[in-house]
Nanobody, 122 residues
Framework: QVQLVESGGGLVQTGGSLRLSCAASGRTLSMYGVGWFRQAPGKEREFVARISWNSGTTVYADSVKGRFTISRDNAKNTVYLQMNSLKPEDTAVYFC???????????????WGQGTQVTVSS
């Protein structure tokens, strides 16, 4: 089993920055990668970014490319999501999730954190 705990959410103005953290524990070596998803009220959960645990290969949703950066610190078993140039449409609950698959579909992610709220005011 893998446990994931997010932190770092909050309220920020348009154009501001936040950094989310996802601390992993348990059988982390069983994971292929860790991703970030977000879910706004009344909308489906959507993929944001993923990083592979070993190689560090990254994938981003088009909506965040050039603004968000996902990174990892293997020594700390922690994945980060640096969010810059935030927009009101980035407002959502952000979840980190662990997967043993290369697929980006939410159903392919086996482990989920509890989520952290990010609110961007206009």
């Amino acid at each position: 089993q893998v446990q994931l705990v997010e932190s770092g959410g909050g309220l920020v103005q348009t154009g501001g920055s936040l950094r989310l953290s996802c601390a992993a524990s348990g059988r982390t070596l069983s994971m292929y990668g860790v991703g970030w998803f977000r879910q706004a009220p009344g909308k489906e959960r959507e993929f944001v970014a993923r990083i592979s645990w070993n190689s560090g290969t990254t994938v981003y949703a088009d909506s965040v490319k050039g603004r968000f950066t996902i990174s990892r610190d293997n020594a700390k078993n922690t994945v980060y999501l640096q969010m810059n140039s935030l927009k009101p449409e980035d407002t959502a609950v952000y979840f980190c999730a662990g997967t043993r698959s290369v697929s980006l579909r939410p159903a392919s992610f086996d482990y989920w954190g509890q989520g952290t709220q990010v609110t961007v005011s206009s």
